[in-house]
């Protein structure tokens, strides 16, 4: 029992020593968002979706801890427009998009120091701003916003893989919940579809670009450079 408690120590020294030599730095993305929904009709039903893209505020701020040269932490604070387009038929086109505000963390796997490596996460997501598009031949004949919208489920988490090298990488996300809750999509004050969509799972491929923050990643005891005057 004496030698297990001296190896538990022993290892916590280590890993202090470990973390206390690792600076922690920012880094700051922003994504290209290719979403894809899979939704169903009041009856069950499959409907027809399109892929949808959206670049305006995606965008993450992330914390990285470095464990070692190969093995990373990331907890993270982002803004994303996710959503999905479905056609009922081949006349009703219906645009359904939230901004949200996410948390994700995971664990970096690979070659920090030369930033290519994958990243295996998990994200909660806050669904803030709701908005709703419907077109007839491609007319918009609707649009409805709110926030904190009873359209879609409040808090909806997400798992994802990334793969980066150097500045560049793409990011697969599924999300756990149905992405809306089924409600009256109103086409005019006179018609209407019923609990639309009844499911609705949807999955993101998003291409993004990473900065580095202000600070830079070096080891807090590397000294910095003296300067040295030569005269």
Partial sequence: MKYKFILIIFIALLAEKSFAQKKPYITNGTDFIFSYGLAT??????????VRFSMWYNFEKTLNIDF?????????LGL????????????????QLVYSVGLPIGFQFGNLEKRQFITIGAEGELMLDYKEKVFIENEKVRKHHEFWSNNTNLL?????????????YICAKYYLMDFLKPSDIHI?????IPSYPKTSQLFLISIGFSSMG???GKKITEPE?????LI
Avoid at 68 to 76: E, L, P, Q
Avoid at 156 to 168: A, D, R, T
């Fill in 225 to 229: 450079p003296k300067k040295v005057n």
């Fill in 68 to 76: 070692s040269k190969s093995v990373g932490f990331i907890a993270g």
């Fill in 188 to 192: 005019s004050d006179a018609s209407y």
């Fill in 156 to 168: 909806n988490p997400s798992v994802f893989l990334k793969y980066q090298k150097k500045g560049f």
């Fill in 80 to 95: 994303q427009n996710i959503g999905m387009i479905t056609k009922p038929n081949d006349s009703i086109t219906i645009k």
């Fill in 214 to 216: 202000k600070s830079n």
């Fill in 41 to 50: 009709d009041s009856a069950g039903n499959d409907v027809q979706s399109n």
